[in-house]
Nanobody, 115 residues
Framework: QVQVVESGGGLVQAGGSVTLDCAAS????????TGWYRQVPGNQRELVAH???????NVADSVKGRFTISRVNVENTVYLQINNLKPEDTAAYYC?????????WGQGTQVTVSS
C-alpha cells in the first residue's frame, strides 16, 4: 500500500525560506512522477512544481525563481524548497505521487506566511 507523508510546513516570515518534504512508502519515487500542489480554502488545488521519474523538473511560471523541486532517491523523498516567501504563498501544500491507476496524496502540510 502506498502512503505519502508531507512535512516541513509552519509559520514563516515573509522573505524567509522553507523546505517541504514528501516521503513515500510502498513506492520508489524514482520510478514515478511526483507533483507539489497547493490549495487555499475555496480554490482548486494548484500544481506548483513537478518532477518526473527521469529527474526532469518543471515549476509553475507564477513561482519560478522561488520554488525548487528536487528528489533524493536514497531517502525516497521529494523536496520543495521555497525562497523569498510571500503572504500569497500561504496555503496547504500537498504531494501527489502519480501511480499507474491513481494519484496518491498525503494529508498536506500548512505553510503560513506572516507579513
Amino acid at each position: 500500500q502506498v502512503q505519502v507523508v508531507e512535512s516541513g510546513g509552519g509559520l514563516v516570515q515573509a522573505g524567509g525560506s522553507v523546505t517541504l518534504d514528501c516521503a513515500a512508502s510502498g513506492v520508489r519515487l524514482s520510478t514515478v512522477n511526483t507533483g507539489w500542489y497547493r490549495q487555499v480554502p475555496g480554490n482548486q488545488r494548484e500544481l506548483v512544481a513537478h518532477i518526473k521519474s527521469d529527474g526532469s523538473t518543471n515549476v509553475a511560471d507564477s513561482v519560478k525563481g522561488r520554488f525548487t523541486i528536487s528528489r533524493v532517491n536514497v531517502e525516497n523523498t521529494v523536496y520543495l524548497q521555497i525562497n523569498n516567501l510571500k503572504p500569497e504563498d500561504t496555503a496547504a501544500y500537498y504531494c501527489g505521487v502519480e501511480l499507474d491507476w491513481r494519484t496518491a496524496w498525503g494529508q498536506g502540510t500548512q505553510v503560513t506566511v506572516s507579513s
